[in-house]
Nanobody, 115 residues
Framework: VQLQASGGGLVQAGRSLRLSCAAS?????????MHWYRQGPGNGRELVAR???????NYADSVKGRFTISRDNAKNTVYLQMSDLKPEDTAVYYC?????????WGQGTLVTVSS
């Protein structure tokens, strides 16, 4: 499974941004779970959102109500819609996949939120 994240950038606080994670090598509807993680300056990597093959979603408390993870099976892509962004959301965002006991990482995309 290869993962390609995109969509990061510089945005003002309160605005929205959508990240995309394009998968190849396997159809995402067959992948057990896909995730978005982030790593802010001086912080460890934290799980932001998760979507399972059955469509169940989970979110970190810090983003609940503001971020939405979704997928488009036809485009083999997972999205992270981020709204009401805050400076503390500044981080490198990574997509990942858990599939058949293996964990795959994509490269990160930087999101910078200015106050």
């Amino acid at each position: 499974v290869q993962l390609q994240a995109s969509g990061g950038g510089l945005v003002q606080a309160g605005r929205s941004l959508r990240l995309s994670c394009a998968a190849s090598g396997r159809s995402i509807f067959r992948i057990n779970a896909m995730h978005w993680y982030r790593q802010g300056p001086g912080n460890g990597r934290e799980l932001v959102a998760r979507i399972t093959s059955g469509g169940s979603t989970n979110y970190a408390d810090s983003v609940k109500g503001r971020f939405t993870i979704s997928r488009d099976n036809a485009k083999n892509t997972v999205y992270l819609q981020m709204s009401d962004l805050k400076p503390e959301d500044t981080a490198v965002y990574y997509c990942s996949a858990d599939d058949e006991g293996l964990h795959y990482w994509g490269q990160g995309t930087l999101v910078t939120v200015s106050s």
